[in-house]
């Protein structure tokens, strides 16, 4: 849905780019980019997105334990993991972090578009 | 620190973070092909790209006497280089023992000693790397038929770096470290585009 304010998180700023202009041209707006989990952290409080798009792969703070951090700053935070460690073990160990979805890189545009508009409604 | 690359103009950060990416993509992939074999969650590391020489490579990889399992590969088409999949003695041993129990319960195959089933779950591995590469740079790939080869690190390298080398006598190299939880299992997947693929690959992901 438009106007629905999201945080991108990623080390690598040509991946945040891509999610970015995916996501912008569905009119969604990106709030702010985090490039580790700790900067995730920081960024989810001052902004409060409606969304968080989560790397796991990061340097200082991985995505799954920055998944775990936001949620404990607030159980209902929406975040969708998208991060190319696709094993089964690890997308449950996300979900049980407190992430909705997972999409698995490389992906193509419409999977991204399609866990976002299922969780933001 | 926005360094020229030497003779392509390229902005060494910029392309170095895709290079960076896509290996850690490709390793991502490769291993989540490794655990539809052995059920055994594998982490990786962050990805780390250099410019090396022989002897830098082998300090990242973190040195050593022991013998190692290389299983490497050509890389041919839009992006050229080399794939390597690294596995000490150990490790080796270990993974071949559980493919070919994981044979012998799936009766999918006759049990056949030596390396076979190492081999192919290395060759799937690295089919999927490549293939993700390619999926991410929207780039054509091929690999070519994999070598695998048994000695000491220093010599299992000297092969696939053979022609790869800078002027300096430095390869480009991205580096990406896993391991399964209880550390029974180590491995190293080693990336080396040549430089002109990594200009390529920028071009093409819109960096
Ligand atoms: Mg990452």
């Not at chain 2, 082998?58 to 050229?80: D, M, N, P, Q, T």
Request: glycine content about 8%; overall charge negative; charged content about 25%.
């Amino acid at each position: 849905m438009a106007g629905k304010n999201i945080l991108i998180v990623d080390d690598a700023a040509f991946m945040r780019m891509m999610i970015r202009e995916i996501l912008a041209k569905n009119g969604y707006t990106i709030v702010g980019e985090a490039e580790n989990g700790i900067r995730a952290v920081e960024l989810f409080q001052e902004l409060q997105p409606d969304l968080v798009i989560m790397d796991i792969t990061m340097p200082e703070m991985d995505g799954i334990a920055a998944v775990r951090a936001i949620r404990k700053l607030d159980a209902e935070a929406s975040i969708i993991m998208c991060s190319a460690m696709g094993q089964q073990a690890l997308v449950i160990e996300s979900i049980q972090a407190g992430a909705k979805d997972f999409i698995v890189k490389p992906f193509q545009a419409e999977r991204v578009i399609e866990a976002v508009a299922k969780i933001t409604g | 620190m926005m360094k020229e690359w030497d003779g392509i103009g390229l902005q060494e950060e910029k392309s170095w973070e895709v290079l960076r990416e896509a290996a850690s993509i490709g390793t991502g992939n490769a291993v989540t092909e490794l655990y539809q074999r052995t059920h055994q969650t594998i982490r990786m590391g962050v990805t780390d790209v250099a410019l090396a020489t022989a002897v830098e490579l082998h300090e990242i990889l973190g040195g050593g006497s022991g013998r190692v399992f290389a299983f490497s590969l050509h890389v041919e088409g839009e992006i050229k280089g080399r794939l390597l999949v690294l596995l000490g003695q150990d490790s080796a041993v270990r993974l071949q023992r559980r493919m070919q129990e994981q044979r012998e319960t799936q009766g999918t195959a006759v049990l056949e000693p030596g390396m076979d089933a190492l081999k192919e779950t290395l060759r799937r591995m690295s089919k999927v790397y490549l293939v993700a590469v390619s999926c991410l740079t929207n780039l054509k790939i091929i690999g070519s038929r994999p070598a695998l080869s048994a000695d000491q690190l220093h010599k299992v390298l000297e092969k696939p770096l053979a022609g790869m080398a800078d002027p300096e006598g430095k390869v480009l190299c991205a580096h990406t470290r896993v391991w399964d939880e209880e550390r029974t299992f180590e491995g190293d997947f080693l990336f080396l585009p040549e430089k002109a693929s990594v200009l390529a690959m920028l071009s093409s992901t819109g960096s």
